[in-house]
């Protein structure tokens, strides 16, 4: 079985609502910011040069199932594995769980983009040592 890449987020009070309970649109920011240090640890950027051109990896899907709360100054173990692997495309699907308590489940989808300044956003065959390095982590 393939290992998620985890880490952790503390839940900040900025991110509770008036109960103390994280908001549940803070859930995304939360996915982002774990896919964005999971992208970093296999050493490229989810907006980054690669053979002369900028990449970007534009959402085009996101989604979160709320299992039960999760309150202020709480630590949220976030694990993350591709879902799916496309072409052009990657899905990653989260765990995220608080003293061994689901917490909530979620995926982003994005699209590997070529972004060029002054010309349409275009979506690109997603680079071969990018593809390389998320296939260890396809559930």
Same mark, same amino acid.
């Given at each position: 079985?393939?290992?998620?890449?985890?880490?952790?987020?503390?839940v900040?009070?900025?991110?509770?609502?008036?109960?103390?309970?994280?908001?549940?649109?803070?859930?995304?920011?939360y996915?982002?910011?774990?896919?964005?240090?999971?992208?970093?640890?296999?050493?490229?950027?989810?907006?980054?040069?690669?053979?002369?051109? @900028?990449?970007?990896?534009? %959402? $085009?899907?996101?989604?979160?199932?709320?299992? &039960?709360?999760?309150?202020?100054? =709480? +630590?949220?173990?976030?694990?993350?594995?591709?879902?799916?692997?496309?072409?052009?495309?990657?899905?990653y699907?989260?765990?995220?769980?608080?003293?061994?308590?689901?917490?909530?489940?979620?995926?982003? @989808?994005?699209?590997?983009? %070529? $972004?060029?300044?002054?010309?349409?956003?275009? &979506?690109?065959?997603?680079?071969? =040592? +990018?593809?390389?390095?998320?296939?260890?982590?396809?559930a």
């Amino acid at each position: 079985m393939t290992e998620p890449f985890r880490t952790q987020r503390l839940v900040e009070f900025h991110d509770t609502d008036m109960a103390g309970i994280m908001h549940f649109a803070a859930f995304f920011q939360y996915m982002e910011s774990a896919e964005h240090e999971f992208v970093r640890s296999l050493g490229f950027s989810v907006h980054s040069q690669i053979d002369g051109e @900028t990449i970007s990896y534009p %959402r $085009v899907a996101a989604s979160c199932d709320y299992l &039960s709360p999760v309150r202020c100054e =709480e +630590v949220l173990d976030i694990s993350i594995l591709v879902e799916r692997l496309g072409k052009k495309s990657i899905t990653y699907s989260f765990e995220m769980a608080s003293n061994g308590r689901e917490i909530a489940v979620g995926k982003i @989808t994005c699209v590997c983009c %070529r $972004v060029t300044p002054g010309k349409a956003i275009t &979506s690109v065959p997603l680079p071969t =040592e +990018v593809r390389e390095k998320l296939l260890a982590f396809v559930a």
